[in-house]
């Protein structure tokens, strides 16, 4: 008999148990993973802004096609390993919702991811301005007397026409066709950038979009544990007034009782005198 007592435990129960720490192991596993993509994510924004200086610094001599096809395909391979990071985070976060320990955790990955993103959006800013600079430098020795209008507007023209005009009209054939060459190689540059910050914004909006999505649901948890506590608060409440209701109750059987003891030594002192009178 003792041995089919303990067979009829709930055979569910260990499960259940091994289940929930299978989803935990599992959902920490995947964080511990994205944690590594997101460090190879910034080695590549660190590697992309090294070929940014080596651009700029190769570009006097003619060298920049290597470094440019480098960039091209590192950005390529950076802009991929965003958007899968975007999905995975993505997916954490709503595996998240019904466990505040493993939101967390998905909130520091997301916040680490934002503020990766943000480092990478100010280089990309940072060597678009550099590459406009060197655009500037460029006009202005081909055409010294050129107005800012002029050089603003050979800055941002998404072709070479007006430099290449400035080049036929210049005295200084030989360093205009080199600051041409560069000028081709600073406008290729800026046209990349500005892809990149575009992708980089959309993935941001994409993040910040993640948080709003999520608000609703996460309200919904709050209430419902804010729910769950005025119910714990309101037991207690019960409980407690039970306990003193069940004191009050106590003195007041201690005190009937007294009080048909005392009647009854009455009742018996009297018929005591009545009895020792006859």
Not at 189 to 197: D, F, S, V
Request: glycine share 4%; aromatic share 4%.
């Amino acid at each position: 008999m003792s041995n089919v007592a303990l067979n009829t435990s709930n055979p569910f129960d260990n499960h259940e148990h091994s289940g929930g720490n299978d989803d935990m192991i599992s959902f920490f596993s995947e964080v511990d993973d994205i944690k590594r993509s997101l460090g190879h994510y910034e080695t590549n924004i660190e590697r992309i802004e090294a070929l940014h200086k080596r651009s700029l610094a190769e570009v006097e001599d003619g060298s920049e096609g290597f470094t440019s096809n480098q960039l091209a395909s590192l950005t390529e391979e950076t802009s991929a390993l965003a958007k899968d990071l975007r999905n995975r985070i993505k997916s954490l976060e709503s595996r998240s919702m019904r466990d505040s320990t493993k939101h967390t955790q998905a909130e520091n990955v997301k916040h680490q991811f934002k503020n990766s993103i943000k480092r990478y959006q100010g280089i990309e800013a940072t060597f678009r301005q550099k590459n406009k600079e060197r655009i500037e430098r460029q006009y202005k020795i081909v055409n010294p007397n050129a107005t800012e209008e002029e050089v603003q507007e050979a800055i941002n023209s998404e072709s070479q026409q007006i430099f290449s005009q400035a080049v036929m009209n210049s005295n200084r054939r030989g360093q205009a066709q080199s600051a041409l060459n560069e000028v081709e190689a600073r406008h290729r540059e800026i046209q990349n950038i500005a892809r990149t910050m575009n992708e980089l914004a959309e993935l941001f909006h994409d993040m910040e979009m993640m948080v709003a999505e999520q608000e609703p649901a996460l309200q919904q948890i709050e209430a419902k544990a804010e729910e769950a506590q005025m119910d714990i608060e309101a037991g207690v409440g019960m409980e407690t007034k039970a306990i003193a209701s069940a004191r009050a109750a106590r003195k007041k059987k201690w005190w009937c009782l007294l009080i048909i003891v005392i009647v009854l030594v009455i009742i018996a002192i009297i018929l005591g005198v009545t009895l020792s009178k006859k």
